[in-house]
């Protein structure tokens, strides 16, 4: 960074710049040659080893030591407020005996042949590099102590790292690691098999919460728990906007209102009078499918972005919507109306057991609903930025992305340049949620930097660019039939959902979801019931349709909880009672068994449908709110409990809502239990966080948040009218209760499996509370519209 005068300053520092061995060279710091080979291409793949690049355990691109003890830790994923930058410190600073004061961490360059996968999204980062990273914490504490023992000419098996330093157990002799680091760094890195980790009851760092957190040795002041809180909350941390290099020019750009749309004409001369604006350029159209390449349309080039924002404004531009096709009429009411009626018809069976024919047409009662799930925007705080800048055939970005090797790779195609010509600095990300994981915003700036003969160009999305032109949240309507017995026992259950496919990007669109998103709370499903029956409607994509956290786990979880509740109030049942008896017996499912082979890439041994995890999370979020079978889950007048459940990235997560509904239709939210079963917890304070940010966000999908279209066009522009959650509508009280955090299962993901319950939970209590059911998100002035009349019990499912 030429000119960012924080960097310097900060305890985050790019590794390029710094160097990983600081201040040693190849002398004093640890050095380690030694690379292991991964699992042979016959061996099938699960889990990291299934992702582009794998892992890697190599204590030598992880791990430096300097002569005066400092210790610095590489973070190879993005850090976008999920604390992963802590939790990676946490687990090779444990398992080396490093002290937490003389630990700092340095953000990695995009290099996944040197660090393994980068791609930050599916709550894989410590699930898929928990163990990988303890391995190469160990191996640097077993060549510490190695390095003691030649020194004092002892039995290694005398020398053991305490904190910070190596102990001759039968002298008390002691070495610090800075007086070990130059030694250290000759040796071969141990065999993988000789490796011994240490035993939960040995951490000091993974598994514990703040208070139990050791602060340091030294008198120093060290950092906080979390490793960049400190900076973050002072202004030191560099977001993408902070960058700014010397010579930079600035962009914004105008891009197509309707996706597939083209420049038809444009009449820049007012924007060139524009004082600081510098260029006007035209950038072509996308092709479709469009994958993560820019939308086109008009960029204009200023010395800042004010100047190149008033350009903009200045622009006289004719869009050409022919090539957009279908996506110029796409209106998402009508959208609506016609999935509805798609619904009506037989779709793609995704999933089939028993005979639901015969079980529908035989049952003593039948119901039918349909749920509604609108668009949505990641709208991350921070909107999109990038800075680009080329030298000769080498080109260097700054970016917040979640995928810092696609971006390299994407940057070397566009430009014709070697990707290791490439350097893609990951900045913090200010908030990604999926979006930045798409890098057509770093392409755009690695574009017209190509323009301005490689002058550095920022880049600048503003929050009106974000919402008109993201990657948006599919939107999806399910219906649900099922069967009642005289016994009011679930006996047949279709399910026919209905969503554009994020596949739509990279092919030609097939109007069904694939085996991905069905398999995100649909095929995976793992009620006890004898005939089940769930296809996948045509639905087709009209706009840029992209992940978002959670994914399709949000509108599945949505409309089979809010089905459960409704099957559980029209049964006359207590819906906890009813939910654990649609579970059945407790067990482990092969999720190959219900044609689902997709299982978030993990091997279906180790992580298996484990209905006593489902089972468990429901009954400890139930107990901690205090739910009573006897009473239901009414609390007084207008003001109920709601439960839902849901498994997801390999965790199980149930909540409880408490709330009250006044006769104005207000929303308050007393309460929240959440019962969050990930396995292993390694840091637990980090997950609670992500856990409490579910729910908010959750209660925005469920209460005020939506995308919609006219005429192929985003109706949405700012926070005024896309609506999130304001302090006044957040919960009194939030309690996260951890199940099961020992070491027995499989680590499970963290940052996104609290987020699909928390809609159904609230308007499941919505309807406890009022006896209005809600399916269709958000529930905005729905609760308004019906006033104090509501409170029947039964608004109107379809029932037979």
Same mark, same amino acid.
């Given at each position: 960074?030429?000119?960012?005068?924080k960097?310097?300053?900060?305890?985050?520092?790019?590794?390029?710049?710094?160097g990983?061995?600081?201040?040693?060279?190849?002398?004093?710091?640890?050095?380690?040659?030694?690379?292991?080979?991964?699992?042979?291409?016959?061996?099938?793949?699960?889990?990291?080893?299934?992702?582009?690049n794998?892992?890697?355990?190599?204590?030598?691109?992880?791990?430096?030591?300097?002569?005066?003890?400092?210790?610095?830790?590489?973070?190879?994923?993005?850090?976008?407020?999920?604390?992963?930058?802590?939790s990676?410190?946490m687990v090779?600073?444990?398992?080396?005996?490093?002290?937490?004061?003389?630990?700092?961490?340095?953000?990695?360059?995009?290099?996944?042949?040197r660090?393994g996968?980068?791609?930050?999204?599916?709550?894989?980062?410590?699930?898929?590099?928990?163990?990988?990273?303890?391995?190469?914490?160990?191996?640097?504490?077993?060549?510490?102590?190695?390095?003691a023992?030649?020194?004092?000419?002892?039995?290694?098996?005398?020398?053991?790292t305490?904190?910070?330093?190596?102990?001759?157990?039968?002298?008390?002799?002691?070495?610090s690691?800075?007086?070990l680091?130059?030694r250290?760094?000759?040796?071969?890195?141990p065999?993988?098999?000789?490796?011994?980790?240490?035993?939960?009851?040995?951490?000091?760092?993974i598994?514990?919460?703040?208070?139990?957190?050791?602060?340091?040795?030294?008198?120093?002041?060290?950092q906080?728990?979390?490793?960049d809180?400190?900076?973050?909350?002072?202004?030191?941390?560099?977001?993408?906007?902070d960058?700014?290099?010397?010579n930079?020019?600035?962009?914004?750009?105008?891009?197509?209102?309707?996706?597939?749309?083209?420049?038809?004409s444009?009449?820049?001369?007012a924007?060139?009078?524009?004082a600081?604006?510098?260029?006007?350029?035209?950038?072509?159209?996308?092709?479709?499918p469009?994958?993560?390449?820019?939308?086109?349309?008009?960029?204009?080039?200023?010395?800042?972005?004010?100047?190149?924002?008033?350009?903009?404004?200045a622009?006289?531009?004719?869009?050409?919507?022919?090539?957009?096709?279908?996506?110029?009429?796409?209106?998402?009411?009508?959208?609506?109306a016609?999935?509805?009626?798609?619904?009506?018809?037989?779709?793609?069976?995704?999933?089939?057991?028993?005979?639901i024919?015969?079980?529908?047409?035989?049952a003593?009662?039948?119901?039918?609903?349909?749920?509604?799930?609108?668009?949505?925007?990641q709208?991350?705080?921070?909107?999109?930025?990038?800075?680009?800048q080329?030298?000769?055939?080498?080109?260097?970005?700054w970016?917040?992305?979640?995928?810092?090797?696609?971006?390299?790779?994407?940057?070397?195609?566009?430009?014709?340049?070697?990707?290791?010509?490439?350097?893609?600095?990951?900045?913090?990300?200010?908030?990604?949620?999926?979006r930045?994981a798409?890098?057509?915003f770093?392409?755009?700036?690695?574009?017209?930097?190509?323009i301005m003969?490689?002058?550095?160009?920022?880049?600048?999305?503003?929050?009106?660019?974000?919402?008109?032109?993201?990657?948006?949240?599919?939107?999806?309507l399910?219906?649900?039939e099922?069967?009642?017995?005289?016994?009011?026992?679930?006996?047949?259950?279709?399910?026919?959902?209905?969503?554009?496919?994020?596949?739509?990007?990279?092919?030609?669109?097939s109007?069904?979801?694939?085996?991905?998103?069905?398999a995100?709370?649909?095929?995976?499903m793992?009620?006890?019931?004898p005939?089940?029956?769930?296809?996948s409607? !045509?639905?087709?994509? @009209?706009?840029? =349709?992209?992940?978002? #956290?959670?994914?399709y786990n &949000?509108? $599945? +979880?949505?409309?089979?909880?809010?089905?459960?509740?409704e099957?559980?109030?029209?049964?006359?049942r207590?819906?906890?009672?009813?939910?654990?008896?649609?579970?059945?017996?407790?067990?482990?499912?092969?999720?190959?068994?219900?044609?689902?082979?997709?299982?978030?890439r !993990?091997?279906?041994? @180790?992580?298996? =449908?484990?209905?006593? #995890?489902y089972?468990?999370? &429901?009954? $400890? +979020?139930?107990?901690?709110?205090?739910?009573h079978?006897s009473?239901?889950?009414?609390?007084?007048?207008?003001?109920?409990?709601?439960?839902?459940?849901?498994?997801?990235?390999?965790?199980?997560?149930?909540?409880?809502?408490?709330?009250?509904?006044s006769?104005?239709? !207000?929303?308050?939210? @007393?309460?929240?239990?959440?019962?969050?079963?990930?396995?292993?917890?390694?840091?637990?304070?980090?997950?609670?966080?992500?856990?409490?940010?579910?729910?908010?966000?959750g209660?925005?999908?469920?209460?005020?948040?939506?995308i919609?279209t006219?005429?192929?066009?985003?109706?949405?522009?700012?926070?005024?009218?896309?609506?999130?959650?304001?302090?006044?509508?957040?919960?009194?009280?939030?309690?996260?209760?951890?199940?099961?955090?020992?070491?027995n299962?499989p680590?499970g993901?963290?940052?996104?499996?609290?987020?699909?319950?928390v809609?159904?939970?609230?308007?499941?209590?919505?309807?406890?509370a009022?006896?209005?059911?809600?399916?269709?998100?958000?529930?905005?002035?729905?609760?308004?519209?019906?006033?104090?009349?509501?409170?029947?019990?039964?608004?109107?499912?379809?029932?037979?």
């Amino acid at each position: 960074m030429n000119s960012s005068s924080k960097t310097d300053t900060l305890l985050l520092a790019n590794v390029s710049r710094r160097g990983l061995l600081k201040g040693l060279g190849a002398a004093g710091a640890l050095v380690l040659a030694a690379r292991w080979d991964l699992v042979t291409a016959d061996v099938p793949k699960y889990g990291a080893d299934a992702m582009p690049n794998g892992w890697v355990d190599n204590p030598n691109v992880f791990i430096s030591i300097a002569t005066d003890g400092k210790v610095t830790i590489v973070n190879h994923r993005a850090e976008m407020g999920q604390g992963i930058r802590t939790s990676i410190v946490m687990v090779i600073a444990d398992e080396m005996g490093a002290d937490w004061s003389e630990v700092k961490v340095k953000q990695a360059l995009a290099d996944e042949a040197r660090y393994g996968n980068q791609n930050t999204d599916g709550s894989r980062s410590m699930r898929h590099f928990f163990e990988p990273l303890r391995r190469c914490g160990a191996a640097a504490r077993i060549m510490l102590e190695q390095a003691a023992a030649q020194q004092w000419q002892v039995a290694v098996t005398d020398c053991k790292t305490t904190v910070h330093q190596v102990v001759h157990t039968p002298t008390g002799r002691t070495l610090s690691f800075g007086e070990l680091a130059t030694r250290a760094s000759e040796l071969a890195v141990p065999e993988r098999q000789s490796l011994t980790l240490k035993t939960p009851d040995q951490w000091r760092y993974i598994n514990k919460q703040p208070e139990q957190f050791p602060q340091g040795t030294t008198e120093k002041t060290g950092q906080p728990m979390a490793i960049d809180g400190r900076d973050i909350v002072s202004g030191k941390a560099v977001y993408g906007a902070d960058v700014i290099l010397d010579n930079m020019l600035f962009a914004v750009i105008a891009r197509p209102p309707v996706y597939g749309a083209s420049l038809q004409s444009v009449d820049a001369s007012a924007a060139l009078k524009v004082a600081g604006v510098v260029k006007v350029v035209q950038l072509p159209t996308a092709s479709m499918p469009s994958a993560f390449a820019p939308l086109g349309g008009v960029a204009v080039v200023a010395d800042s972005t004010w100047a190149a924002m008033k350009g903009r404004n200045a622009l006289s531009i004719e869009w050409d919507n022919r090539s957009a096709g279908d996506n110029a009429h796409y209106d998402s009411v009508a959208f609506k109306a016609a999935m509805e009626a798609e619904s009506l018809k037989p779709g793609k069976v995704a999933r089939s057991t028993g005979n639901i024919e015969h079980a529908l047409e035989h049952a003593d009662r039948r119901l039918v609903a349909s749920y509604y799930a609108p668009h949505m925007a990641q709208a991350p705080m921070e909107p999109p930025v990038a800075i680009v800048q080329i030298e000769g055939d080498r080109a260097e970005a700054w970016a917040p992305v979640q995928n810092p090797q696609a971006t390299r790779d994407g940057i070397a195609g566009r430009l014709s340049l070697k990707p290791e010509n490439v350097t893609v600095h990951s900045t913090l990300l200010g908030g990604g949620f999926g979006r930045k994981a798409k890098p057509d915003f770093v392409f755009e700036a690695a574009d017209l930097s190509r323009i301005m003969a490689g002058r550095p160009v920022r880049v600048q999305w503003s929050r009106e660019d974000d919402l008109h032109h993201g990657f948006f949240h599919t939107v999806s309507l399910d219906r649900l039939e099922a069967a009642l017995n005289d016994a009011g026992k679930v006996t047949g259950w279709r399910h026919r959902s209905l969503s554009p496919s994020i596949m739509s990007l990279f092919a030609p669109d097939s109007g069904h979801m694939s085996d991905m998103e069905l398999a995100q709370g649909i095929r995976n499903m793992p009620f006890d019931i004898p005939a089940i029956q769930q296809e996948s409607g !045509e639905a087709m994509a @009209h706009l840029r =349709i992209g992940w978002f #956290r959670s994914v399709y786990n &949000i509108p $599945h +979880a949505f409309a089979i909880q809010s089905f459960v509740a409704e099957l559980a109030a029209a049964a006359g049942r207590d819906h906890r009672e009813f939910l654990l008896e649609l579970l059945g017996p407790d067990r482990q499912i092969d999720p190959r068994s219900q044609n689902e082979s997709w299982n978030y890439r !993990e091997d279906p041994k @180790h992580y298996p =449908i484990d209905t006593a #995890r489902y089972r468990g999370v &429901i009954e $400890h +979020a139930t107990r901690e709110a205090g739910w009573h079978s006897s009473s239901g889950s009414q609390r007084g007048p207008r003001r109920g409990l709601g439960l839902a459940v849901h498994h997801s990235f390999m965790s199980y997560a149930a909540v409880v809502m408490d709330v009250a509904v006044s006769d104005r239709g !207000e929303v308050t939210i @007393h309460r929240v239990d959440i019962a969050f079963d990930c396995g292993p917890q390694v840091n637990p304070e980090r997950i609670r966080s992500q856990l409490e940010g579910a729910c908010l966000m959750g209660i925005g999908i469920a209460l005020m948040t939506q995308i919609t279209t006219a005429e192929g066009k985003v109706q949405q522009d700012n926070f005024h009218n896309y609506l999130v959650p304001r302090n006044s509508q957040a919960p009194t009280e939030i309690h996260i209760h951890p199940v099961n955090d020992q070491l027995n299962v499989p680590i499970g993901g963290a940052g996104e499996p609290g987020l699909p319950p928390v809609a159904p939970a609230l308007c499941n209590a919505i309807f406890a509370a009022t006896g209005q059911r809600i399916r269709t998100l958000p529930v905005a002035d729905q609760l308004q519209t019906a006033g104090a009349t509501v409170n029947s019990r039964d608004n109107g499912h379809a029932v037979s």
